[in-house]
């Protein structure tokens, strides 16, 4: 029972970074239309940061902000490379995410070296229930629900979440009322890139980060997302801790290894459902 309870824990505090990642993506794709397959590079860039950062001997707290600054940086010049040109089609804004991926790679194997690094979270561990938690999987959590609750607040009642979502709703009658489409749009990027940094400069301590960590986590940010639907942050919330569950039960009693297929199996099980509904659902509209 100790065990089931610890992977629990561990897969809801992983599940809640997954979490993160996958909310950046609906974000971005809800107000622009593009799948950022560049997402995952965003955790990888703040947690790599971090570790620089703290090294150089900057506090816990301001080399992690600083980090999710570099990240939000980074998210906002994929925006412009992806979408600031007017007419560029989201299939081509794709494309041009997929280059910034495989671009970053170099940049950080040139900047950090190809060896995982990573760095100390909270040190301590309370006991629950006779099992010993880690502190920083509790920060994980309560920071990740703390920042749910603030996208939610601001999706609903701040004038600049409002026009996010008015772009995604009706990007042509957003034009009409003076909302400038393009730059909403890039700040959906520069905030994808802040909860891609949040979400590296958390699970930072708990696993190591190398450049190329990000396939992997926009694989299973990206399911997330899809267990959500892609409508909306919260729900990819609940896909991300499905998600992490999951892992941490398969890695647990079965084999670390398999981790990534159970997100890409939850994915396509998805996928194969939402395909397999349409064609009822739309016999059931005619």
Not at 93 to 105: D, E, K, N, Q, R
Not at 130 to 154: G, K, M, P, T, W
Not at 217 to 225: K, M, P, R
Request: charged share 10%; net charge neutral.
């Amino acid at each position: 029972m100790s065990a089931f309870l610890s992977y629990l824990v561990s897969g809801i505090a992983v599940g809640c970074g997954f979490a993160l990642i996958g909310s950046g993506l609906v974000i971005i794709h809800r107000v622009t239309h593009v799948v950022n397959l560049s997402q995952g590079m965003y955790a990888v860039v703040a947690a790599l940061s971090a570790a620089t950062f703290l090294a150089a001997g900057l506090p816990h707290g301001v080399a992690e902000l600083c980090a999710v600054l570099v990240a939000v940086v980074a998210g906002l010049l994929t925006g412009l490379v992806a979408i600031g040109r007017r007419g560029t089609t989201p299939l081509s804004s794709l494309i041009i995410t997929f280059a910034v991926g495989i671009f970053a790679y170099a940049v950080e194997v040139l900047t950090w070296g190809d060896q995982p690094r990573s760095f100390p979270g909270l040190p301590g561990a309370i006991e629950i229930a006779n099992v010993r938690v880690q502190e920083q999987y509790l920060l994980v959590v309560v920071a990740s629900a703390a920042i749910f609750l603030a996208l939610d607040l601001f999706f609903e009642r701040a004038y600049l979440g409002k026009a996010l979502s008015a772009c995604s709703s009706n990007p042509y009658a957003a034009r009409v009322v003076g909302i400038d489409v393009t730059r909403m749009g890039l700040f959906a990027f520069a905030l994808g890139g802040a909860l891609g940094g949040l979400a590296g400069v958390l699970l930072g301590p708990l696993r190591p980060t190398s450049f190329d960590s990000d396939v992997s986590l926009v694989i299973e940010g990206f399911a997330a997302a899809i267990l959500g639907g892609l409508t909306r942050p919260i729900l990819a919330l609940m896909g991300g801790l499905l998600l992490g569950v999951a892992e941490a039960m398969v890695a647990g009693y079965v084999n670390g290894s398999y981790q990534t297929d159970v997100a890409l199996v939850l994915m396509l099980a998805v996928m194969i459902g939402q395909t397999a509904r349409r064609p009822s659902l739309d016999a059931e509209g005619q």
